[in-house]
């Protein structure tokens, strides 16, 4: 399908890697236009290089931590004008909750919450009087279903949810749409992390956490960032226009639920 957003421009957040990459890769392939951002500048230079060159579109690299302010002007003074926004940032680290001072409490509530809406905040309006905007915010299924020692990134992420369920329907009129897309257990570096703490505390090897992780999912598998990437894309579509407000769940029929 022809997703009609080619010479488009996009920002995507936290994108040298994992389904931020993911989401690059699709878009670029889409024929838009990229900013790209991480913390790794060399990493970013060379994922740069290779989008620019397979798909012919410009790449711009920010290399900043997209939760500061300084971040954030970074990312828009390469790409004040936008299109399309991909609101991506790594969750705080799995931690019991009565472990977390008010210090991580606010970290947190910052990277998942508070930075999506300020960098909504700078490009909303200009979408609108262009009459297109893609908003898409990826979030985490546990959005959903609580994870076991994530409750600050789920409380931060619903949070968002939650902000942005009134703002979205305020802006579909100019053609300016905001969804959430909420991955279950894909195969990235952020989750074998988690494996390996399991394979640590269990005794069993790396590959069979993996594969007792895959059982648990109807589709007997982990996604992969590229799948994940090409649904964001759609989200960002031309034909997804009458799409505002949505949780769009990626885990392989994990969640159980009828609705």
Same mark, same amino acid.
């Given at each position: 399908m022809h997703l009609g957003i080619n010479g488009r421009k996009a920002i995507i957040c936290a994108s040298s890697r994992?389904?931020?990459?993911g989401t690059a890769k699709a878009l670029a392939e889409a024929g838009c236009d990229l900013v790209i951002n991480g913390r790794n500048e060399t990493l970013l230079n060379?994922?740069? =290089?290779?989008?620019?060159?397979?798909?012919?579109?410009?790449?711009?690299?920010?290399?900043?931590d997209i939760s500061t302010p300084e971040g954030q002007q970074a990312v828009l003074a390469a790409c004040p004008k936008p299109d399309i926004l991909i609101n991506n940032n790594g969750g705080p680290p799995r931690k019991d909750f009565k472990e977390l001072d008010r210090e991580a409490i606010q970290a947190g509530i910052v990277q998942n919450m508070i930075t999506p809406i300020e960098l909504i905040k700078a490009v909303i309006e200009g979408m609108a009087e262009r009459r297109f905007g893609r908003i898409v915010n990826i979030t985490s299924m546990s959005v959903k279903m609580p994870i076991e020692g994530l409750d600050l990134?789920?409380?931060?992420?619903?949070?968002?949810?939650a902000f942005l369920a009134g703002v979205c329907r305020q802006y579909t009129q100019y053609n300016v749409t905001i969804n959430n897309v909420l991955p279950g257990k894909f195969d990235t570096d952020r989750l074998k992390g988690g494996f390996e703490r399991q394979a640590q505390q269990t005794g069993i090897s790396l590959e069979e956490a993996? =594969?007792?992780?895959?059982?648990?999912i109807p589709a007997r598998r982990l996604g992969h960032p590229d799948e994940f990437g090409n649904a964001c894309a759609f989200m960002c579509s031309a034909h997804a226009g009458y799409i505002t407000g949505q949780n769009l769940l990626l885990d392989g029929g994990l969640y159980p639920s009828a609705f």
């Amino acid at each position: 399908m022809h997703l009609g957003i080619n010479g488009r421009k996009a920002i995507i957040c936290a994108s040298s890697r994992g389904l931020g990459l993911g989401t690059a890769k699709a878009l670029a392939e889409a024929g838009c236009d990229l900013v790209i951002n991480g913390r790794n500048e060399t990493l970013l230079n060379q994922i740069a =290089r290779e989008l620019s060159t397979a798909h012919n579109v410009a790449v711009i690299p920010v290399a900043a931590d997209i939760s500061t302010p300084e971040g954030q002007q970074a990312v828009l003074a390469a790409c004040p004008k936008p299109d399309i926004l991909i609101n991506n940032n790594g969750g705080p680290p799995r931690k019991d909750f009565k472990e977390l001072d008010r210090e991580a409490i606010q970290a947190g509530i910052v990277q998942n919450m508070i930075t999506p809406i300020e960098l909504i905040k700078a490009v909303i309006e200009g979408m609108a009087e262009r009459r297109f905007g893609r908003i898409v915010n990826i979030t985490s299924m546990s959005v959903k279903m609580p994870i076991e020692g994530l409750d600050l990134s789920s409380g931060a992420r619903a949070g968002l949810t939650a902000f942005l369920a009134g703002v979205c329907r305020q802006y579909t009129q100019y053609n300016v749409t905001i969804n959430n897309v909420l991955p279950g257990k894909f195969d990235t570096d952020r989750l074998k992390g988690g494996f390996e703490r399991q394979a640590q505390q269990t005794g069993i090897s790396l590959e069979e956490a993996k =594969r007792l992780s895959s059982e648990e999912i109807p589709a007997r598998r982990l996604g992969h960032p590229d799948e994940f990437g090409n649904a964001c894309a759609f989200m960002c579509s031309a034909h997804a226009g009458y799409i505002t407000g949505q949780n769009l769940l990626l885990d392989g029929g994990l969640y159980p639920s009828a609705f």
